[in-house]
T-cell receptor
Framework: AQRVTQPEKLLSVFKGAPVELKCNYS??????LFWYVQYSRQRLQLLLR??SRESIKGFTADLNKGETSFHLKKPFAQEEDSAMYYC??????????????FGGGTRLMVKP | KAGVTQTPRYLIKTRGQQVTLSCSPI?????VSWYQQTPGQGLQFLFE???????NKGNFPGRFSGRQFSNSRSEMNVSTLELGDSALYLC????????????FGSGTRLTVV
């Protein structure tokens, strides 16, 4: 069964410090992976996805198939980055469809 | 364009009762998925509807059911409520083909007492 693991429930850093939110997955094929973010009192929203290889709000994530990881990084954290972050992997089965397996989430707190 | 709308925002029910939650997707989106979010279990997939048909189902008991109407609006129903059903229920809509176009609603917070 596929699984997504985010080992840290809470990550606290100071403003301006680098940030790395860890995500490991278990899936034998070539996965597509996403990072979702949930700011306080806001809805869950897509931050970035592996296939597009883009940088959103200064965040990047690289897929490492050897380590089965998709860590989210930002070189200089800002206070407005404080939020809950979820790593997600689409269900890979024979059915077409929209289903995601989410990690447990990491709460990022950026202190002034 | 309007986002994904979930109603009601908050709901308090008693054990044993049943509840129906509603989700109106973004106009033109044909797929609606439902997730349960709890502090202990995180985000878990319930089911997905596409063109009025359940296309995928998560690992939840039969008390959890849903349906989709011809205008793509979806409802989920939970019968014989248990205390453990207390959660935030999230709906996500997408154009249809895959997970890439997901847009989430704000959720319905269900409390079972």
């Amino acid at each position: 069964a596929q699984r997504v693991t985010q080992p840290e429930k809470l990550l606290s850093v100071f403003k301006g410090a680098p940030v790395e939110l860890k995500c490991n997955y278990s899936y034998s094929g070539s996965p597509e992976l996403f990072w979702y973010v949930q700011y306080s009192r806001q809805r869950l929203q897509l931050l970035l996805r592996h296939i597009s290889r883009e940088s959103i709000k200064g965040f990047t994530a690289d897929l490492n198939k050897g380590e089965t990881s998709f860590h989210l990084k930002k070189p200089f954290a800002q206070e407005e980055d404080s939020a809950m972050y979820y790593c997600a992997l689409p269900f890979m089965n024979n059915n077409a469809g929209n289903m995601l397996t989410f990690g447990g989430g990491t709460r990022l707190m950026v202190k002034p | 364009k309007a986002g994904v709308t979930q109603t009601p925002r908050y709901l308090i029910k008693t054990r044993g009762q049943q509840v129906t939650l509603s989700c109106s997707p973004i106009s033109g989106h044909r797929s609606v998925s439902w997730y349960q979010q709890t502090p202990g279990q995180g985000l878990q997939f319930l089911f997905e509807y596409f063109s009025e048909t359940q296309r995928n189902k998560g690992n939840f008991p039969g008390r959890f059911s849903g349906r989709q109407f011809s205008n793509s609006r979806s409802e989920m129903n939970v019968s014989t409520l248990e205390l453990g059903d207390s959660a935030l229920y999230l709906c996500a809509s997408s154009p249809g083909g895959n997970s890439y176009g997901y847009t989430f609603g704000s959720g319905t917070r269900l409390t079972v007492v």
